[in-house]
């Protein structure tokens, strides 16, 4: 009877023992899953996590807040939370909300102007911002695509050209042959994205001529959309809300004719095969052009100014693929009826342009606009340049171009028109 007792006792101890790993084996499990789900669900997710939403009230007077209010918190607290990195510590949190605003630019004392900006070019961009408004929205005499469409309505790959600076609050949307290289050397330096044996560039003009163009160093609203994925309209509204944005502009028929020279009379191996060969085919009578810019340059074929208006004027182009953002106009490129924009310049008058907006940006004790070395295409070249081009194929070059003619205050060329 006694063993009998104790093989009972035996197991039941056995089988108590059995639920308790069955229970801790199931603790064990759960806290698995939890974290496996945690990591899984973080992987996926583009944004920090937001705060817990609040406990819904039943208060008529107390509404739940919304998910995109969340969202607005959010990024209010991202525009205005970054620490700068050349910090050394994290600033004080009793006098976090007093300095807020100073968390947008690096701790750099700023030059103390003892004149303020001209009168007359405040009311000079004044003018060039009314412009833009009074025909994006109640100019009905011009017309042109995308005019009337919103924000949202804009596909994500036309938003490249936008590149931001979230240190100093800055967008800018760059325009080729508007002295873009320059503006994007001084992005470079303000957003202290290149580095030189690890200390940022300071002089734009020290920066490599080959890293300029170079994607990787700018932040734009494109690459925006494809880190942030649904977020990414909200978030950019809010920052084109609250930074200072700017764009150079130039005559747009200037600039056509400076991209041909640059992409066009000069070997360039890349719009040779891309571009020039087709002109040569379609509007050159060369059936069977050579297919290297280093043997066509030498037996000197290349396209004619009068062949590249042709291509541009040919409705086959637009069907094949965009305009190439050399000669894509500037209302496509920065969607200027769309977005409400700060400052805009002129290369015409540059340097005075660039010394006010980088006072208007408090950046102007941080980086300089380099020097210009008055090599721009001239405007009193048109006649020559547009000598050989029919008059009927100037008419509807101008009509292509119209929309940048009238949104950037330049007149029209009544001496190639008429």
């Known amino acids: 009877m006694f063993s009998a007792a104790c093989v009972k006792g035996v197991n039941m101890g056995k089988w108590r023992w059995f639920r308790v790993s069955l229970v801790l084996g199931s603790v064990f499990m759960i806290l698995l899953i939890i ?27 107390h509404p739940t807040p919304s998910f995109l209010s969340d969202i607005n918190a959010f990024v209010n607290q991202f525009l205005e939370g970054t620490n700068d990195p050349t910090d050394s510590a994290p600033p004080d949190s009793a ?8 968390r947008y630019v690096p701790r750099r004392e700023w030059k103390v102007h003892l004149t303020p900006i001209d009168p007359e070019k405040r009311l000079g961009q004044e003018r060039r911002r009314q412009r833009l408004h009074d025909l994006c929205h109640h100019g009905d005499d011009l017309a042109f695509p995308g005019k009337n469409r919103s924000f949202d309505d804009i596909p994500n790959r036309e938003l490249d050209h936008l590149i931001v600076d979230d240190r100093h609050g800055i967008i ?12 994007k050397r001084i992005m470079i330096v ?4 290149l580095l030189q044996e690890g200390v940022p560039y300071r002089d734009p003009l020290a920066v490599p001529q080959e890293m300029v163009h170079n ?39 200037v600039r056509l004719i400076s991209a041909y020279r640059n992409k066009f009379e000069q070997p360039n ?43 541009l004027l040919d409705p086959k182009t637009e069907s094949d693929a965009p305009f190439n953002e050399h000669w894509r106009q500037v209302y496509r490129l920065c969607h200027p009826c769309q977005i409400q924009y700060d400052f805009v310049g002129q290369l ?71």
């Open 269 to 311: 191996e890349e719009f040779y095969r891309r571009f020039a060969l087709l002109m040569l085919r379609r509007y050159g009578n060369h059936s069977e052009p050579p297919a290297a810019v280093g043997d066509a340059f030498p037996a000197g074929i290349r396209p004619s100014f009068s062949e590249f208006v042709q291509y």
């Open 190 to 193: 303000l957003s202290e994205s």
């Open 35 to 61: 974290l496996y789900w945690d990591d899984v669900g973080a992987s996926h997710l583009y944004l920090p996590p937001l705060s817990p939403r609040p406990a819904p009230h039943h208060s008529p007077t």
């Open 348 to 418: 015409e008058t540059v340097e005075e342009d660039a010394e006010q907006l980088l006072r208007v940006l408090k950046v102007d004790n941080v980086v300089d606009f380099p020097p210009s070395h008055r090599n721009h295409t001239a405007s009193s070249w048109q006649e020559d340049w547009f000598s050989r081009v029919p008059l009927v194929a100037r008419r509807g070059l101008y009509r292509l171009y119209e929309p940048d003619f009238r949104l950037f205050g330049y007149s029209r060329p009544d001496s190639l028109l008429d």
């Open 215 to 253: 994607s990787s160093l700018h932040f734009t609203f494109n690459k925006f959309w494809k880190r942030y994925g649904k977020f990414s309209r909200h978030l950019m509204k809010v920052k084109l809300q609250k930074y200072t944005k700017f764009l150079f502009v130039r005559d747009p028929f």
């Open 95 to 102: 006098n976090q909300s007093e300095h807020a605003e100073e």
């Open 172 to 183: 800018y949307c760059y325009v080729p042959k508007v002295a873009c290289s320059n503006w």
